[in-house]
């Protein structure tokens, strides 16, 4: 098991040198760069603009800056963002915790919503089961972002006075921070209850059908007590699982309602960056977001096999 | 349920081809009165440069769907031949394979998309290009599956035996097991493209204007909802009729070829 | 001569400022500004006396990049260091040119000025404010190694010299009408304290304002200065930025009132959401933002004069403005109405009134009879009225018999291609304020980077520029600049189409005191109160 866990936590290693470098090579790639874009139409001589290139290390080839950043980025610096002029590194815990609240918020939304509909699919069967398909069908066709720009209009049609902008941060009002995050959390937890619910329903499916089941409920167990004691609990494992997984979809899709909401997270963060081709910030957001989806798969690797003995990996 | 899938794919079908054609007005053709409301001449009213909201929302879902499709065809192919040769020949091509689409499964979406558009500018064929690149490791992974466990058949073995060269049991006798769960991954994959092409028109990197595209006519809407609702409300019931067009088939096609109905 | 506080409008100030709109003159006299006030009177004429203390929460579209007056190269920094810093003199509400730092200055001959600084004036670390700070900012400003974009506006500085402690004496290389212009505009002439680094991240300045905190993406927090040198100012304990990224949640944040105040950059928003509410205070500000279409005329088919006639023939300058702008702003030619010599979108301009018939000739004259394709078309895909300006241009184009195809792109990669005449055919980057009408023309320009690479070659316009540089009088400038123009239009060197002002500004009426500059910074937080 230990093997296994290092084994993959290893592979992780160059599959993010390879995201790191491609990413950086990407951005270079691209025209214009961080002198360009933030004098904009500012009236400035091309010596100036050269002179700025020249203070952030862009006049070196490209292999020598990508040297230099992979060596200091081992080291756990992750060099001083352009635009702010301050390390990365502390740049970029703020909107991590922001998204990661975010996400965090919306998998527990996901999760209860999700395991909700799909007991109750899978319990009551009939004529639930189908209203809970097809709304089921229904969430996964609306986008996130819809969901989010439908939120907004609405809330600007009939509750001008509510403020669903204003974000606040945590360290000023925890409450009102979970607050402001509420309605961008339920726009990207409706699409992945789906995936739960889904799940929920085929987990609890396939347990009730199995003997210790029958023989509990053959023991005369009333059937919420069966549900309690068996069948959450060994449902349950998978339907995590799955929630695991659909945090990394959660974490892609932020992007989109962090813009939205206007949120400070990382994806927005991310947006920015690109814009100004502020290359140390887009390099550490990068590796950030590759190490979490990459994590969350090896975590989500270990989950199964712990719980399923026939996965294994050889 | 694959019966309401085709109907609603044939309604779709007939945007893509017929577009233009059956649009009241031309989608592109600006006009000073900006904003206006449902009327007789305009259905859904205008959009804040003075164009028909009707119009734009057909020739923008034939832009919007042509993306898809050809996406997800790319998508299909590149994934199809990725997830034979890898499942079939096994070891270390399989082991390359997959870590390299490992890097572009851990590489955020966005950036990808931000990054082709800056360098080689928002037009379709980019687009499709980006969106295929996204998807094709997905699809790969869902022939890849089967074809690890299909191969060790007995009728494969069978074959084998006998002398079919490997190039013909892959195609021949493994493909046709795999064809089931692909058919219904290409139909959610398609669904997602849909939100992807409208995301990313959304966030400005989709085909430029004047062609219109779904996410970018809600993007556009925004600032004006307030004014004129039915700018934003048009395209976002447009993209979720497609994306559930899609789902409809994806479940109606798992019903009949009894894929992953435990 | 010399120039005293008391007597700031004198005849050369006056000369240095842009002309005034009647219109806009009259709404900042109501709106509580009369010519020649001090700014605590203008503060105070309005509703009652002001209330001290209190809290303004802004909403802002942008971080800032970089705080330090002299490195700082991003637009979005100015809002910023409007607060935090001042300099030797500065614009008033009616964009006249007023001393700030200095109490008045003599001009022995025209390239000399002498300026007396105010005495007693501390930065916000508590150092004393001298003549060597400015000499130290003027170096740092002309020093290579800072990049400094401030350098090319001071380009006509010889050199500066601190005579004594609150004396210093600027030595032109030639007369130069924009001098007090650049400084009196915000950062560029700022003063920063000698012997402080690291200003981009801990700026330190004399301004009303003290930088107290910035948390980047949400806010940016500044305090009252105690020891701020006009009497009484600011009345505001703490101004907070706030950061929403986009149009749609700044007129959310407004409407519910967590913010103050902010500015939209389309007219359509701004009307729409000062019409929910009689207590939201709108004032557009003076047009300072043009909209060109600039060519490369390097090559075919652009080079030929024929062919950019024919363009703007073919161009319904005000059929754009109606569409784009619901009529909101002027048809615009190089220079925006705020300036001296600045066009005023009624008068006559050569290739300005629409004929398609006539651009059709042209364009069969130039060899183009069964029309052209002038291909991609770039425009700032960040910028919405841009975009959609562009699709009404390429169909009023079209009807001519004129092709193009609409390419957005990115602020930076597209304004690399501009700069350095790297584009296909046609571009579009709006203009925003500059301290200076030569600023603008100086871009088309064939001794300008930028005019060069795009094919100028126009020795008369070349010189039609350098000497309305050097003229003092503000009449005989108006009427260069007016000349220069007309000489562009004739010669369809750059399309412009409209002009407008860059912010629609917007705020709730217990803010009180508070008028918007034309020169795109927030200059009068320092006489808002809030009475809530």
């Known amino acids: 098991m230990m093997r296994m866990v290092a084994l993959r936590l290893a592979l992780t290693l160059p599959i993010l040198l390879g995201v790191s470098m491609v990413a950086f090579a990407l951005m270079r790639a691209l025209p214009g760069d961080f002198a360009q874009a933030s004098a904009g139409t500012t009236t400035i001589s091309v010596e100036a603009l050269d002179q700025i290139r020249r203070n952030l290390g862009l006049d070196r080839p490209i292999w020598a800056q990508y040297l230099a950043w992979l060596g200091n980025a081992l080291q756990g610096d992750l060099g001083l963002s352009f635009a702010t002029r301050r390390p990365v590194l502390g740049e970029l815990v703020p909107r991590f915790l922001v998204t990661a609240e975010l996400t965090l918020i919306a998998g527990l939304m996901a999760l209860t919503l999700g395991t909700c509909t799909g007991l109750a699919s899978a319990r009551l069967r009939g004529r639930v089961d189908w209203i809970v398909r097809g709304w089921n069908s229904l969430l996964l066709a609306v986008p996130n972002f819809v969901v989010a720009t439908l939120i907004v209009l609405l809330a600007g049609l009939y509750f001008p006075t509510i403020g669903i902008f204003t974000y606040v941060p945590f360290a000023e009002d925890p409450v009102a921070n979970v607050v402001s995050l509420l309605l961008p959390a339920l726009s990207l937890a409706l699409t992945v209850s789906v995936t739960i619910s889904e799940n929920t329903r085929a987990a609890v499916l396939e347990v009730s059908s199995q003997d210790y089941v029958m023989v509990a409920r053959a023991k005369g167990l009333t059937a919420s007590a069966v549900l309690r004691d068996y069948l959450v609990r060994n449902a349950l494992t998978p339907v995590i699982t799955v929630t695991g997984l659909q945090m990394a979809a959660l974490l892609g899709g932020s992007i989109l309602i962090e813009t939205i909401f206007t949120i400070p997270g990382m994806g927005q963060y991310l947006f920015e960056s690109v814009t100004t081709r502020d290359y140390p910030a887009i390099q550490g957001i990068v590796l950030v977001a590759a190490s979490v989806v990459l994590l969350v798969n090896v975590a989500v690797d270990i989950a199964y096999a712990r719980v399923d003995a026939r996965v294994s990996y050889d | ?262 | 001569m010399t120039h005293t506080d008391d007597r700031a409008e004198s005849e050369i100030l006056a000369a240095a400022s842009p002309s005034l709109d009647r219109r806009t003159l009259l709404r900042l006299a109501l709106a509580g500004g009369a010519l020649g006030l001090a700014p605590a009177a203008l503060a105070q004429s309005g509703a009652g006396a002001p209330k001290r203390g209190g809290r303004l929460t802004i909403g802002a579209d942008a971080d800032p990049i970089g705080l330090d007056p002299v490195t700082l190269t991003a637009f979005s920094s100015y809002d910023f260091t409007a607060l935090i810093y001042s300099g030797l003199l500065r614009w008033n509400a009616d964009m006249k040119v007023e001393p700030d730092l200095a109490t008045g200055f003599e001009q022995p001959d025209p390239t000399t000025y002498i300026f007396k600084l105010r005495s007693g004036v501390k930065f916000h670390n508590g150092q004393d404010f001298e003549a060597a700070d400015v000499k130290h900012t003027f170096d740092r400003i002309r020093d290579p190694a800072s990049a400094s974009p401030s350098a090319t506006m001071f380009a006509s500085v010889k050199e500066v010299t601190v005579v004594d402690r609150l004396t210093v004496r600027f030595d032109l290389h030639a007369p130069s009408a924009a001098f007090l212009s650049y400084l009196a505009t915000n950062p560029t002439g700022v003063i920063v304290p000698r012997g402080v680094g690291e200003l981009a991240t801990k700026p330190v300045g004399t301004g009303p304002f003290v930088f107290e905190s910035y948390q980047p993406n949400q806010q940016f927090t500044l305090k009252a200065n105690p020891s701020y040198y006009e009497a009484g100012l600011p009345y505001l304990d703490t101004v907070v930025f706030r950061f929403f990224k986009d149009q749609a949640s700044l007129t959310s944040a407004l409407r519910s009132k967590a913010i103050d105040m902010t500015w939209f950059k389309d007219p359509k928003v701004s009307a729409q959401i000062v019409r929910t509410s009689p207590d939201l205070v709108s004032a557009p500000g003076k047009t300072t933002r043009t909209f060109p279409v600039w060519m490369n005329m390097k090559a075919a088919p652009l080079n030929d004069v024929r062919v950019r006639r024919a363009l703007s023939l073919a161009t319904d300058r005000a059929a754009c403005l109606q569409t784009v702008l619901g009529g909101s702003g002027k048809v615009a030619a190089m220079v925006p109405e705020s300036h001296v010599g600045g066009y005023d979108g009624a008068g006559e301009m050569p290739y300005y009134k629409t004929d398609i018939a006539a651009a059709k000739r042209l364009l069969a004259e130039a060899g183009h009879a069964n029309g052209i394709d002038l291909g991609d078309y770039l425009v700032v895909a960040a910028n919405p009225l841009d975009v959609s300006c562009a699709q009404i241009l390429q169909q009023q184009w079209a009807e001519a018999g004129i092709k193009v195809a609409i390419k957005p792109m990115e602020t930076a990669p597209l304004i690399g291609m501009w700069l350095k005449g790297e584009f296909p055919t046609l571009l579009s980057v709006a203009l925003s304020w500059s301290p200076d009408p030569d600023a603008i023309v100086s871009r088309i320009t064939s001794m300008h980077g930028q005019g060069k690479s795009s094919g100028m070659a126009d020795a008369k316009l070349d010189a039609m520029v350098v000497e309305a540089r050097t003229i003092l009088d503000r009449g005989k400038r108006a009427e260069a600049y007016m000349a220069i123009q007309r000489h562009i239009a004739d010669n369809a060197y750059v399309l412009d189409i409209y002009q407008y002002p860059l912010r629609w500004e917007a705020w709730w009426s217990h803010a009180k005191g508070y008028a918007p500059l034309a020169a795109n910074i927030r200059s009068f937080v320092r006489t808002t109160w809030v009475d809530k």
Do not use: C
């Open chain 2, 1 to 262: 349920m694959v019966a309401i899938g085709a109907a609603m794919l044939a309604l779709l079908l007939l945007v893509v081809v017929a577009g233009p054609s059956i649009a009241p007005f031309n989608a592109a053709k600006t006009s000073a009165n900006s904003l206006a409301g449902p009327d007789a001449t305009h259905w859904l009213g205008t959009d804040s440069i003075g164009r028909d909201l009707l119009s734009r929302l057909i020739v923008g879902g034939r832009g919007t769907l042509t993306i898809t499709f050809v996406a997800v065809a790319l998508a299909l192919a590149a994934g199809l031949v990725l997830g034979l040769v890898s499942g079939y020949v096994g070891g270390k091509v399989d082991l390359v394979i997959m870590r390299l689409l490992d890097v572009v499964f851990a590489f955020p979406v966005f950036l990808l998309a931000i990054a082709v558009v800056a360098a080689l500018g928002p037009t379709i064929r980019n687009l499709i290009i980006t969106i295929a690149i996204v998807y094709t490791p997905t699809l790969a992974r869902v022939v890849r599956g089967p074809v690890l466990s299909v191969k060790r058949w007995d009728h494969v073995e069978a074959a084998r035996s006998v002398g079919v060269g490997e190039f013909r049991i892959a195609v021949v006798h493994v493909l046709p097991l795999v064809i089931s769960p692909i058919l219904v991954q290409t139909s959610l994959t398609l669904a997602n493209t849909i939100f992807t092409v409208t995301a990313l028109s959304f966030l400005g990197l989709g085909p430029p204007p004047p062609d219109p595209n779904w996410g970018s006519m809600l993007a556009e809407a925004r600032q004006f909802m307030e004014l004129a609702p039915l700018t934003v409300i048009g395209p976002a019931v447009a993209i979720v009729f497609a994306s559930l067009t899609f789902i409809v088939l994806a479940n109606g096609l798992r019903e009949v070829l009894d894929v992953g109905n435990r």
